[in-house]
């Protein structure tokens, strides 16, 4: 009875860590249409106060729609009207990604961990989003992303592409634009812009983004 008692046990203590593992955030206020869809859903539910997130969920707001989610490190997130917001992961690691807001406004209240050297990040279309122990608000639409630095510092910076296949070596020197016989060099990447409260950053595609005072 011990042994039976003692695995009953074991199993529960396993299957509490992973119920845990899975769960991204949970919704604290919902206000007008609201829904989530799962992973390899096409359909959404209807979002409830209470409702527990896993990573991979879609939350999307309809008109006058508004959500609030806490996320499983202490981080609160709104989300305004018709916007959609994808749960990626937890770790604040330099080659992932926490969140993306895939259309709409969002406002990130994100929780300082001074025991993770990683940014909370954050993508978009066209841009790459890290924060650390700051207010930002993230607006995405179909000419590009502006993001609103409310509080603390913000960087952003263009989307991660896939390295291009090797280029041929020109003759002449390189130099920007076209060169004999066609070949053409492109310019350098853009580098991350800085934003600090109170500011805007404007990305529009192709563009490093830019700064100026709200």
């Known amino acids: 009875m011990k042994r039976i008692t003692a695995l009953f046990v074991a199993v529960m203590?396993?299957?509490?860590?992973?119920?845990?593992?899975?769960?991204?955030?949970?919704?604290k206020v919902v206000k007008g249409g609201v829904d989530v869809v799962k992973a390899q859903a096409v359909m959404g539910k209807v979002a409830k106060e209470g409702l527990n997130l896993s990573f991979d969920d879609i939350l999307r707001t309809k008109r006058k729609g508004y959500a609030e989610v806490s996320f499983v490190d202490g981080s609160d997130i709104k989300v305004f009207e018709k916007s959609r917001l994808l749960l990626l992961g937890?770790?604040?690691?330099?080659?992932?990604?926490?969140?993306?807001?895939?259309k709409g406004k969002v406002l990130f209240k994100v929780e300082k961990m001074h025991e993770v050297a990683g940014d909370f990040r954050i993508k978009t279309s066209n841009a790459v989003i890290g924060v650390k122990g700051?207010?930002?608000?993230?607006?995405?639409?179909p000419t590009g992303t502006t993001v609103e630095c409310i509080s603390g510092l913000v960087v952003v910076g263009p989307p991660l592409l896939p390295p291009p296949?090797?280029?041929?070596?020109?003759?002449?020197?390189?130099?920007?634009?076209?060169?004999?016989?066609?070949?053409?060099?492109?310019?350098?990447?853009?580098?991350?812009?800085?934003?600090?409260?109170?500011?805007?950053?404007?990305?529009?595609a192709g563009t490093a983004g830019s700064c100026g005072s709200s």
């Open 90 to 102: 937890q770790d604040r690691t330099k080659d992932g990604f926490n969140a993306e807001i895939q």
């Open 13 to 27: 203590m396993v299957s509490s860590q992973v119920f845990a593992a899975s769960v991204a955030g949970t919704v």
């Open 165 to 204: 296949p090797p280029a041929p070596v020109p003759v002449a020197p390189p130099a920007f634009g076209s060169q004999p016989g066609g070949l053409a060099i492109a310019p350098p990447p853009p580098t991350p812009s800085c934003c600090t409260a109170p500011r805007f950053c404007f990305r529009t």
């Open 134 to 141: 700051t207010v930002v608000a993230g607006m995405v639409d």
